[in-house]
């Protein structure tokens, strides 16, 4: 390759970086973009020779546009330095779980390697400029000059401004985050919760999302489970209401919004989730402890120790090895919903007397990669899950399905469908002597499956009536199904809505002090 060729290929590598996009688009859009930045950069090589600082910062514009990349297309928002740096891990264990060890293993060894090459090629596309004939510098000051002058051209080095203000954004809101942990009105409050006369389950239901009921796609199955569940469970004579949440997460990350509705803080980033856990605040299950309820988490996707646990206080925490399943994994999903829910009857509910259980329950048959779904077996027959093994076999593998977005969504739409209808049958099953049961979604999954940008999430509320009807003063609707124009709560506002609304003198439809403390 001679020497004018070289120069071009080496500008057209240079290109390609500043022209990666940080967000979904066309990959012809994305080729087609001016680089304004792109003759200062050929200016800075050839004559001031600055090869290994124009390599080094090019190389972190690509890694963090790849990131925002990843984890717009995943959670719909772009990935912050700051505090993001622990979804690596949990996407590697997300893939390992997905496709196993060995497909984990591919996917790493074939990311390591198109970041190397891509050092490789930025290296050498810098050293050929930075060694390019100083006589080409007043040609490219002209270029430099045309292209500066296109005006709202953006460019990357507004980018780099926006992520470096975002950091600093995150460090305020840290800041502002122990504040308002600090200025708690229920801290020292006295009688919350004592209104209940029975145990409380807080049911996250995985990826369950607006689009549930408006997107049509889901909405269709979706809306028909609802009702189905709403004429049974109204015949056998429970009450349910229901609104809307604004979740501070979608596509993933659960756990923030886990911490969100049970610590009364907008925890929207793994930041803020260990600031919060580490400030000690009085969480939902702290205040049921006080109140005189044992306290616990039923956790089927924990494989791993889970410290945090204690600290959002849980006196006991039911990781995937503690509730008994001997069955077949469903790919990444430990175990099905029917079952998680039949391992907290068996270990925390099957006792008579003592004092009532206050336990949040994640379930996660919804969870991506959403295949292979389970079937609802009768309650009698799970034994030790044995009998989900057919099912555990059958369909086709996720490295199949997700070859094709559609095929996706209808495996998230039935996976769901499945999660929606075990826990109305459970439900059901519990008629005769009802649990409070407040079932909610955790986020929206990620937006190309969901089909919907909104962070939403239903909530329902399911018991005796006594009981649900006291949150009618949260604008919650009857009935499983809200309306259309209902409200949406942020879900920080949960903890102190549930401590307020079930004091012995929050009559139904009424508020007590919780209520008074968030408006």
Not at 96 to 119: E, M
Not at 327 to 335: A, D, E, K, P, Q
Not at 337 to 343: I, N
Request: glycine share 10%; proline share 8%; charged share 15%.
């Amino acid at each position: 390759m001679n020497g004018p060729a070289r120069l071009l290929v080496a500008a057209g590598i240079l290109h390609l970086v500043l022209v990666l996009p940080a967000a979904p688009m066309p990959l012809s859009q994305a080729l087609l973009r001016l680089a304004p930045e792109l003759p200062l950069i050929l200016l800075a090589l050839a004559l001031a020779r600055l090869r290994l600082p124009v390599a080094l910062a090019l190389l972190v514009l690509t890694v963090q546009k790849l990131a925002d990349l990843a984890t717009m297309l995943a959670l719909g928002r772009g990935f912050n330095p700051l505090t993001d740096l622990p979804l690596v891990d949990a996407g590697l264990r997300w893939v390992g779980g997905t496709l196993g060890p060995f497909g984990r293993g591919l996917a790493l060894a074939a990311a390591l390697a198109a970041l190397v090459a891509g050092a490789a090629a930025v290296w050498w596309a810098a050293g050929v400029w930075a060694r390019a004939p100083r006589r080409l510098a007043p040609a490219i000051a002209v270029l430099a000059a045309v292209l500066l002058a296109v005006p709202g051209w953006g460019g990357n080095g507004l980018y780099a401004l926006s992520r470096i203000a975002l950091v600093r954004q995150t460090a305020q809101d840290l800041c502002q985050l122990r504040l308002l942990a600090a200025q708690d009105p229920l801290a020292t409050a006295s009688g919350l919760l004592a209104g209940i006369d029975r145990d409380v389950l807080v049911v996250f239901v995985e990826s369950y999302g607006r689009a549930s009921l408006d997107v049509p796609f889901y909405a269709g199955r979706h809306w028909a489970t609802l009702r189905e569940a709403q004429d049974r469970l109204a015949q056998a004579g429970l009450a349910m209401r229901s609104g809307f949440l604004a979740a501070p997460t979608r596509g993933g990350q659960s756990w923030l919004s886990h911490a969100t509705f049970a610590n009364g803080l907008w925890i929207a980033d793994q930041a803020r989730y260990d600031a919060a856990l580490a400030l000690g605040r009085q969480g939902l299950f702290h205040h049921a402890r006080r109140a005189g309820f044992r306290t616990a988490a039923v956790m089927p996707a924990i494989t791993r120790p889970w410290p945090e646990g204690a600290a959002m206080g849980f006196d006991r925490i039911l990781a995937r090895d503690d509730l008994g399943y001997r069955g077949l994994s469903f790919g990444w999903v430990t175990m099905p919903d029917q079952f998680t829910l039949a391992a907290t009857d068996r270990l925390l509910r099957g006792a008579a007397g003592g004092p009532h259980l206050f336990a949040q329950v994640v379930l996660i048959s919804s969870h991506a990669p959403w295949v292979p779904v389970p079937r609802l077996l009768p309650w009698a027959d799970l034994d030790d899950g044995a009998a989900f093994d057919a099912m555990a076999r059958a369909g086709d593998p996720p490295e199949e399905v997700w070859r094709d977005p559609d095929r996706v969504r209808k495996a998230y739409r039935e996976a769901l469908d499945y999660s929606l209808r075990t826990v109305a049958d459970y439900a059901l099953s519990h008629a005769g002597d009802p649990p409070l049961m407040i079932v909610l979604g955790d986020h929206q999954a990620a937006p190309w499956v969901a089909m919907d940008e909104r962070p939403d999430v239903p909530i329902h509320l399911i018991g005796p009536a006594p009981l649900v009807e006291r949150a009618a003063a949260w604008g919650f609707a009857p009935g499983l199904v809200p309306p259309a124009g209902q409200p949406v709560l942020p879900m920080d506002r949960m903890r102190d809505l549930i401590l307020g609304g079930f004091e012995p003198d929050a009559a139904p439809g009424g508020c007590g002090s919780g209520c008074l403390a968030v408006k």
